[in-house]
């Protein structure tokens, strides 16, 4: 009896839930892809053979490493810069930043897509303003091309690079570069040889997980790019919408998959942390002060007195290049919030125009698009089933998630790692290839076309969401408190309902909140899945951007957008709760 107890406590068993969902409908269907890759059990590459013997297909996949490369080299150039500074602000101003970054980033991707063909297209926005003031005669061709398509991509992924290097920036120790420059180092050598280096882990997470993620684009290239602008992603999709040729599909799948995981297993799986890298630069830096003090010690004892009367006219110099740095910096910040917030503007400005068509700046405020949605039994019977899945999967997924944050929090490192790597797999790899394996996943289970398995499908990813969100909460936890409610007799649940549970549920809510947006937004593995029987408000809105823009879509866009700004707004008043409610539990508990 007490074995079986300790098996059943065992903090493994907290995770199994979350791996059965990952391994049924995501891991044992990726197996089964690759054994239709290789043609099982005869074993070969022919497959592969005829992918690649494709002129058409080696384009195609030489094409997407391109676009996603040239995207995630823009968002490194830019979100570089944007992110010292956010890093280096006030806490305040910082605090205001990472949240106008946030809330792009917790946007659907379809609703910022939809923004840039409203801005970018013939009778966009851009081209209305130039034609309305006699600069042009005719619309230009700013849509369907590759530009448009970067300017997309670099949109939506742009979040995702600043975040990890403003997560890494906060950390580094800025006396070290202060150090350098008490040693000599002018500030920009100070800033390569010391902050630069020590910004890496940042930098190389950032820019993996976006060209990892850029490898699976779909929607954006599509809705943007022209014929010409392709990716692998959209011939994987054709192929499953108009064929069944398995073994092509698997193949083509798994050659796209190959290629992440060749980046992640190259670059990803060797972390160097800034604990080795500091004293590395610092040694490095002494060395070569400490020769140079040596050299220059004779002539800086006779060129004492010139030095000194150079030093006021040199600081002010100084001063005045970091005025006009800081001024130039802030204004750059200022550029990319506002790239990252207009486009979404726009839409919410444009969902209230009272014209046949959409304007910008509108002539006359109204309500007749969000009247069509709510009037329209397509619209809002999609939105009915957006909603209906979102709630199963950010219940399923919260509960699962949490359970397992709490059993990977106690278990062995390696194995922690081993099993967070698993559990964040269908976040870290193309999303084309997540919807291939869980097609085939689902259609073995008869869950295609169905509300269940589109719940399975959207849980996966969301399930990984809610690990990390919830693991980062449990890390600042004071285990204490439940040590210090046991020490008084409370049993083990108690201590966990009364203690635990409010010091943590603003995290929990928060990951519900994250999962429940995931799901509402999500389209590409909904479209796999989904068939033709459950239509979801972004599977019609999709269908509507393609097929006809119809204002109707600027009102659902416009409720996309300001979905994230109430989770925020419902996350902080959470939070504000918790930091008073954390204060009335610690008493409790020592009570």
Not at 262 to 290: E, H, M
Request: glycine share 6%; hydrophobic share 55%; net charge positive.
């Amino acid at each position: 009896m007490q074995s079986l107890q300790k098996v059943v406590r065992a903090p493994i068993i907290l995770v199994i839930p979350a791996l059965a969902i990952l391994i049924s409908v995501f891991g044992m269907p990726t197996i089964q892809l690759f054994l239709e890759s290789v043609n099982a059990p005869d074993f070969n590459l022919h497959n592969y053979y005829l992918f690649l013997a494709q002129y058409s297909n080696t384009r195609l996949l030489f094409q997407t490493l391109e676009i996603s490369a040239v995207a995630t080299i823009i968002c490194l150039l830019v979100g570089y810069p944007t992110a010292y500074l956010i890093s280096a602000a006030h806490k305040p101003l910082r605090t205001i930043l990472i949240v106008l970054v946030v809330l792009p980033y917790l946007t659907s991707d379809l609703a910022r897509t939809y923004s840039w063909v409203v801005i970018l297209g013939d009778a966009g926005l851009i081209n209305s303003v130039l034609m309305d003031m006699g600069i042009i005669s005719s619309p230009l061709p700013l849509i369907y091309n590759r530009i448009a398509v970067y300017v997309g991509m670099v949109h939506i992924m742009l979040p995702m690079m600043i975040l990890p290097m403003v997560s890494v920036m906060l950390s580094i120790n800025t006396s070290l570069v202060a150090a350098a420059k008490s040693m000599g180092a002018r500030p920009s050598t100070a800033f390569w040889r010391v902050y630069f280096p020590l910004s890496m882990p940042g930098v190389r997470s950032g820019t993996l997980l976006v060209f990892v993620i850029c490898l699976g684009f779909y929607i954006t290239p599509a809705a943007l790019g022209g014929l010409g602008d392709a990716m692998l992603s959209t011939y994987i999709a054709s192929q499953v919408s108009t064929g069944f040729d398995i073994g092509s599909i698997s193949a083509s799948s798994f050659i796209l998959l190959a290629v992440a995981l060749l980046v992640l297993s190259t670059f990803g799986l060797n972390p160097s942390g800034t604990q080795d890298i500091a004293p590395r630069v610092i040694k490095r830096w002494s060395d070569r002060v400490n020769f140079l003090k040596l050299v220059k010690g004779y002539f800086n004892e006779i060129a004492v007195a010139s030095r000194a009367k150079r030093w006021s006219t040199t600081s002010q110099r100084t001063r005045s290049e970091g005025w006009w740095f800081r001024i130039a910096g802030w204004t750059g910040v200022s550029l990319v919030i506002f790239y990252l917030l207009f486009p979404e503007i726009v839409v919410v400005v444009m969902s209230f125009s009272d014209g046949a068509t959409l304007q910008f700046p509108p002539s006359g405020l109204s309500l007749q698009w969000y009247r069509s949605f709510f009037s329209d039994a397509a619209w809002y019977g999609a939105a009915l089933n957006s909603i209906q899945i979102a709630l199963a999967v950010s219940i399923l997924s919260t509960i699962v998630g949490t359970l397992a944050a709490f059993g990977l929090g106690r278990i062995a490192p390696d194995l922690r790692s081993f099993m967070t790597m698993a559990i964040l797999t269908p976040i870290t790899i193309p999303v084309i290839v997540v919807g291939v394996a869980c097609y085939f996943g689902l259609a073995n289970l008869g869950l295609i076309g169905s509300k269940t398995g589109i719940v399975l499908a959207h849980t996966i990813g969301a399930i990984s969401y809610v690990v990390v969100v919830v693991s980062a909460t449990l890390v600042n936890f004071d285990k204490r408190l439940v040590q210090a409610a046991k020490s008084m007799k409370a049993r083990p649940f108690t201590a966990f309902r009364r203690v635990t549970l409010p010091l943590i549920r603003p995290g929990i809510v928060g990951a519900a909140l994250f999962a429940f947006i995931h799901s509402f937004g999500e389209v590409v593995i909904t479209s796999f899945v989904g068939g033709y029987s459950v239509r979801t408000l972004p599977l019609k809105m999709w269908e509507n951007i393609r097929n006809e823009i119809d204002p109707t879509v600027a009102a659902v866009a416009s409720l996309l957008t300001l979905l994230p700004v109430i989770w925020m707004i419902v996350l902080y008043v959470m939070w504000w709760r918790a930091g008073t409610r954390s204060q009335l539990t610690a008493l409790e508990a020592k009570v």
